[in-house]
T-cell receptor, first 110, second 114 residues
Framework: EDQVTQSPEALRLQEGESSSLNCSYT??????LFWYRQDPGKGPEFLFT???AGEEKEKERLKATLTKKESFLHITAPKPEDSATYLC???????????FGKGTMLLVSP | GAVVSQHPSWVICKSGTSVKIECRSL??????MFWYRQFPKQSLMLMAT?????????EQGVEKDKFLINHASLTLSTLTVTSAHPEDSSFYIC??????????FGPGTRLTVL
């Protein structure tokens, strides 16, 4: 059974204080690892897809990396508008379904 | 690109009534759509996979007679919650699959059953 574990559950940062979120996974036949951002009361917003170990992707203050066992979402000099829940999900086997972690709730204070 | 809409965004209904939620991919065609539900402070739980022109595939523990899914076109899937009860109150979110195998999510529908 595919498993995705995200840590920490919650993270509070000061504006400009860089940090990383972790997503560790156990799957058979990883096809892709996805990062989404979810604001309260809204659907998840797609951020990145990573397909193989060593791959990195960046978007503004966010950078996602992937190893064979985990992925990190690095947030550089965060701003209050980066406050949200960040979800990690894996896609494995021959199906396109996603298995989600429980998310990391990020709060960035001004 | 990759915009997915849901309607309605929120609905309140009486126990025993049925509620239909629409999910549309606005700028791409999606042969596969997914339906999730999300309880407060919890992650998304997949309910079913909807394929255009065929029967939906339901996850274990999801009642197919209670949650009716129809995927009538390449841009529209509907979820009907039949004979809704208070325990069906939740946040329902759909997603549509693009060719890159990425799921793009709708904004969600908040269902409250009184």
């Amino acid at each position: 059974e595919d498993q995705v574990t995200q840590s920490p559950e919650a993270l509070r940062l000061q504006e400009g204080e860089s940090s990383s979120l972790n997503c560790s996974y156990t799957v058979s036949g990883l096809r892709g690892l996805f990062w989404y951002r979810q604001d309260p009361g809204k659907g998840p917003e797609f951020l990145f897809t990573l397909y193989s170990a060593g791959e990195e992707k960046e978007k503004e203050r966010l950078k996602a990396t992937l190893t064979k066992k985990e992925s990190f979402l690095h947030i550089t000099a965060p701003k209050p508008e980066d406050s949200a829940t960040y979800l990690c999900a894996v896609q494995a086997g021959r199906y396109s379904t996603l298995t989600f972690g429980k998310g990391t709730m990020l709060l960035v204070s001004p | 690109g990759a915009v997915v809409s849901q309607h309605p965004s929120w609905v309140i209904c009486k126990s025993g009534t049925s509620v239909k939620i629409e999910c549309r991919s606005l700028d791409f065609q999606a042969t596969t759509m997914f339906w999730y539900r999300q309880f407060p402070k919890q992650s998304l739980m997949l309910m079913a996979t909807s394929n255009e022109g065929s029967k939906a595939t339901y996850e274990q523990g999801v009642e197919k007679d209670k949650f009716l899914i129809n995927h009538a076109s390449l841009t529209l899937s509907t979820l009907t919650v039949t004979s809704a009860h208070p325990e069906d109150s939740s946040f329902y979110i759909c997603s549509a699959l693009r060719l890159t195998d990425t799921q793009y999510f709708g904004p969600g529908t908040r269902l409250t059953v009184l």
